[in-house]
């Protein structure tokens, strides 16, 4: 049975920094494509990075600020977000894509005080 778990959410002033994990299990982790989406109130659900290999991608609202890493050993996947604005204000996902299909974490809540 896949699971992500996603811990690190809170809240903070804007220009602040926080960092999110998400520990999978059920899976071989590093064969999964892991990423990150967000979906702040009244809007679709969009990603933030994704990791396949050794390429990471990013939304164009958050190159230079966030940071995916994964450790797979550990079948941890983190998202370092630095510099942050109220606009970075959402449930963010977790998200791994397997040979079975994709699968999405709880979701963890990022607040982003002006």
């Known amino acids: 049975q896949v699971q992500l778990v996603e811990s690190g959410g809170g809240s903070v002033q804007s220009g602040g920094s926080l960092k999110l994990s998400c520990v999978g299990s059920?899976?071989?982790?590093?064969?999964?494509?892991m990423s990150w989406y967000r979906e702040a109130p009244g809007k679709e659900r969009e990603l933030v990075a994704g990791?396949?290999?050794?390429?990471?991608t990013y939304a164009e609202s958050v190159k230079g600020r966030f940071t995916l890493s994964r450790d797979d050993a550990k079948s941890t996947v983190n998202l370092q977000m630095n510099s942050l604005k109220p606009e970075d204000t959402a449930v963010y996902y977790c998200?791994?894509?397997?040979?079975?299909?994709?699968?999405w974490g709880q979701g963890i809540q990022v607040s982003v005080a002006s």
């Open positions: 059920g899976f071989t982790f590093s064969h999964a494509v």
């Open positions: 990791n396949v290999g050794r390429t990471t």
């Open positions: 998200y791994a894509n397997v040979a079975s299909g994709g699968f």
